[in-house]
């Protein structure tokens, strides 16, 4: 640039980091414990899964449970689920050995995961059988159909 056409008063400025500001993400009202979800996308995407609870990323974990309807415990961004009033009771689960690591890309299952996948299995079962007609409600998918209006909904 050429010297005769540079402002001699303007300095640039340094921009703002918003780094260190960054907050931790906060859950959805509608999210507690054993409420059941509905997964947006994905392989899953329109099943019905138990939220367990929020990972230290923020990510929700969630499971069908995998005996049910075949989603398996998983990490999810609570921007692609719809919490619905229905719920389940989770106290039971022990959730304490799971782990962030266990959902990095591999190609194949820890058997820590899969261990952990069987107990929450049976617990949570038992927690459907309680309900009248539970399990074929875990199993059915949500699906909209013409003239339905998502946002005129109750989930």
């Known amino acids: 640039m050429d010297v005769r056409f540079a402002a001699p008063e303007r300095i640039p400025k340094p921009l703002v980091s918003y780094k260190a500001n960054k907050k931790g993400t906060v859950l959805k009202k509608n999210l507690v414990p054993g409420s059941i979800v509905i997964l947006l996308a994905g392989r899953y995407a329109g099943s019905r899964a138990v939220f367990l609870k929020q990972l230290d990323s923020g990510l929700l974990l969630v499971t069908g449970p995998h005996k049910v309807n075949g989603v398996p415990l998983r990490r ?15 106290s039971k689960v022990d959730l304490s050995n799971v782990s962030e690591e266990w959902f990095k890309h591999s190609e194949t299952v820890l058997p820590a995961l899969a261990e952990t996948q069987k107990t929450l299995d049976a617990t949570l079962l038992a927690e459907i059988k309680k309900v009248d007609s539970m399990k ?6 949500f699906s909209l159909k013409k003239g339905d209006r998502p946002h005129d909904m109750v989930f």
């Open 76 to 90: 999810v961004n609570q921007r692609y689920v719809i919490g619905t009033s229905t719920s389940i009771d989770v």
């Open 136 to 141: 074929a409600y875990m199993k059915s998918k």
